[in-house]
């Protein structure tokens, strides 16, 4: 463990560095890794040759935009093609360290290699990330993220040792057992995805235990937290200050995070840049606006990414935080996923906003599902947002309710279910929003 700085920044220096200082460090780190990727990577030369581009033909960062984004399909066919891990690790194996493949639970998951100066990146930039949200030494952080393969568990678990923090590895266990140490033992700091935070928050309610010690909690592996309505809800239920956390298995456990100022995420641009393209043209939209993540590793030694195309909506802002981080920053976090667009009659939108009217009725509980059907004697396409009640019956007004808001901020109207307290399974994982039932042997 390494002594924790004082004052509210990690790394004051490089957090609220310069736009032009911060261009010059990103400029050249992006030289250096296009280079080894095309020197080390017989996948990365492969896409760069086709492109036309060399290792010095990296003058500007403008010229990021020649190299061609790289997808998880396309990750996928080289590790087919090339087991186990494909051709596009560049550190030699003596250097790797640890994999961690991604979740898999949209297709056969990614391997991901941490070199044990990744490690040493990634416990640093994620140290950050909980510094600039309030995590300080001595806290005790229960860390209710999964532990094993999938990589926030872990991240955390380093960067607690690093700033001087008691940790309980606890992982996504059962809400008893997370009840249990979070009373007897006094954590101060939780870390889960939001579903599994709010989940904890209906046990804490129902047998009545007042986790007093607790204040802070980062919520990450799924969108939501910064909805106002989510938020609210994490906030009452566990009685802290909630926080959005952003994680990709292919780029890094930990590395945005909302700060004290809960101005959005704030991305580590020393060591990622960051871009939103138009997911048609595939090029850069005006600052402010909604596009597809892409993201390019600067330091990633093992498997670096050259622009991975995330398939993750969100928004860039330039201007500092309040808190005076100089680093861009994404208001509203992730807004949904390209997979998850929901096209119902001409309407687009997606889960996140769904979740917004869901949870702004405190006469329902956390969960809802999207259902879509087919019906049976038009043929047609039904969509049904089906919520539960928190407690006991809801009357028929409810659903009429929900419906006239659900139409409001969806611009369609779907059908409206209300099932009783209890209906929804609860998961300590992400929670599956949507389910298309309209061919149920798929």
């Known amino acids: 463990m390494t002594e924790a700085p004082k004052g509210d920044f990690w790394d004051e220096k490089i957090e609220r560095m310069g736009s032009d200082e911060l261009a010059s460090l990103q400029l050249e780190r992006l030289r250096w890794q296009v280079r080894r990727c ?14 036309g581009l060399g290792p010095e033909s990296i003058r500007s960062l403008d010229d990021i935009e020649k190299i061609p984004p790289v997808t998880k399909q396309e990750l996928r066919v080289e590790q087919k093609n090339h087991p186990p891990f494909g051709r596009y690790a560049v550190a030699p194996p003596g250097d790797w ?3 961690h493949p991604s979740t898999g639970t949209t297709g056969v998951p990614v391997g991901t290699i941490w070199s044990r100066k990744d490690v040493e990146n990634i416990a640093d930039f994620t140290a950050r990330t909980m510094w600039s949200f309030g995590v300080r030494p001595g806290d005790i952080v229960q860390n209710a993220f999964s532990y094993g393969l999938w990589v926030a568990g872990m991240s955390v678990h380093y960067a607690t040792q690093k700033i001087g923090c008691f940790v309980i590895p ?13 009373n007897t033992i006094g954590s101060t700091v939780i870390l889960s995805t939001p579903s599994f935070g709010l989940y904890i928050g209906e046990k804490l309610r129902e047998s009545g235990v007042d986790p007093q010690q607790l204040k802070i909690g980062g919520f990450g592996g799924e969108g939501g937290t910064q909805n106002p309505a989510t938020r609210s809800r994490i906030e009452g239920a566990l009685g802290i200050d909630a926080y959005d956390y952003f994680g990709l298995g292919e780029i890094g456990p930990t590395f945005a995070s909302e700060s004290v100022a809960k101005s959005g995420l704030i991305w580590a641009e020393d060591h990622h840049i960051v871009e939103v393209l138009d997911p048609e043209t595939r090029k850069p939209v005006p600052e402010g606006e909604v596009g597809i993540l892409v993201i390019t590793h600067l330091t990633r030694e093992a498997t670096p990414m050259l622009r991975y195309w995330t398939n993750d909506y969100a928004r860039l802002e330039s201007a500092p935080s309040a808190c005076g981080r100089t680093h861009r920053r994404s208001p ?35 969960e809802f599902r999207i259902e879509f059907l087919s019906d049976e004697e038009t043929g047609r396409d039904r969509c049904v947002v089906v919520a539960e009640a928190a407690t006991g019956e ?38 599956q929003r949507f389910v298309d039932l309209r061919n149920p042997e798929k």
């Open 97 to 99: 360290g640890e994999l």
């Open 332 to 366: 509203g976090g992730v807004l949904g996923r390209h997979d998850d667009l929901v096209i119902y009659r001409g309407a687009k939108f997606y889960p996140v906003q769904v979740e917004d009217v869901v949870r702004s009725f405190p006469e329902l509980s956390n």
């Open 394 to 431: 809801v009357g028929g007004a409810m659903a009429e309710n929900l419906g006239e808001k659900l139409r409001g901020a969806l611009q369609v109207t779907p059908e409206v279910e209300i099932r009783a307290p209890g209906s929804f399974e609860r998961t300590t994982f992400k929670a």
């Open 170 to 182: 606890i992982g996504a266990t059962e809400t008893g057992r997370q009840i249990f140490y979070m």
């Open 38 to 51: 095309w020197e080390g990577s017989p996948f990365y030369r492969e896409r760069l040759d086709g492109a």
